[in-house]
């Protein structure tokens, strides 16, 4: 089994900057960490799901364009971690963040992912 908790979520102004985190836990997780991607979606009230970035335990990246050259995935494999660095934010990035963890190497559709946290809010307004 994998547990996946995210942090890190709050009241940004627009052009502001925060990081959400994702704490990965459990025995499956622990001996394979290096098989997991994970990936970061969001659902905005009213909206689909959609996805965010993923990162592979090679540290590969994938973006979606919306968000492409203003957030970051990372990932502490020692620390069972993955970050999302959220730079020059909109309101339209309002949303609930989730973390996914998924044996897919570099998934983007939430189908593949199995495994899903509980999600963090993130608003975007002055």
């Known amino acids: 089994q994998v547990q996946l908790v995210e942090s890190g979520g709050g009241l940004v102004q627009p052009g502001g900057s925060l990081r959400v985190s994702c704490a990965a836990s459990?025995?499956?997780?622990?001996?394979?960490?290096?098989?997991?991607?994970m990936g970061w979606f969001r659902q905005a009230p009213g909206k689909e799901r959609e996805y965010v970035a993923a990162?592979?335990?090679?540290?590969?990246?994938n973006y979606a364009d919306s968000v492409k050259g203003r957030f970051t995935i990372s990932r502490d494999n020692a620390k069972n971690t993955v970050y999302l660095q959220m730079n020059s934010l909109k309101p339209e990035d309002t949303a609930v963040y989730y973390c996914?963890?998924?044996?897919?190497?570099?998934?983007?559709?939430?189908?593949?992912?199995?495994?899903w946290g509980q999600g963090t809010q993130v608003t975007v307004s002055s």
């Open positions: 996914a963890a998924t044996l897919s190497y570099l998934a983007t559709k939430e189908s593949e992912y199995n495994y």
């Open positions: 459990g025995r499956t997780f622990r001996l394979y960490t290096m098989d997991y991607t």
């Open positions: 990162i592979t335990g090679g540290l590969s990246t």
